[in-house]
């Protein structure tokens, strides 16, 4: 689903905070400033991001099973769970998130809860296999 994609600058993406902070001091300063609504350039900010992902998940969320899947980039995930916290986006790398780990939300008809995250891929002797720093379901 095109929603949960990531969004970023050329000029962030995919490289170290010490080469940004050289190369555009300015847009780091800024984004230092306002983390929520700084939009580097031809990128979208952390506010954007949160509009249109969480909208999804709402979406999602009421159309599907009690069981949903959703694979997305971690800046994706601590938007909606910022969101779902009700925690302010600016806060949003308090939550720390590893790769290819797991986020328990349980949608129930009256109410929202997230039951962990952060989730290491379960092992091999659980429902879960773990194949190649993947998980997926058996």
Not at 74 to 79: C, D, L, T
Request: charged residues 25%; contains cysteine.
């Amino acid at each position: 689903v095109l929603s949960f994609r990531r969004s970023i600058s050329e000029i962030f993406d995919g490289r170290p905070m010490n080469k940004i902070q050289q190369t555009d001091p300015v847009s780091w300063h800024e984004r230092g400033k306002n983390l929520a609504r700084f939009r580097p350039p031809n990128g979208e900010s952390f506010e954007d991001v949160q509009k249109r992902a969480v909208t999804a998940f709402e979406k999602l969320s009421a159309l599907s099973d009690p069981e949903l899947i959703l694979v997305s980039h971690a800046g994706v995930n601590r938007a909606i769970l910022c969101y779902l916290l009700g925690m302010p986006l600016d806060h949003l790398f308090r939550i720390g998130l590893d790769y290819a780990n797991l986020n328990v939300v349980e949608n129930g008809p009256f109410r929202t809860r997230i039951n962990s995250i952060n989730v290491p891929c379960p092992d091999k002797e659980s429902d879960f296999n773990k194949t190649d720093g993947d998980c997926r379901l058996d």
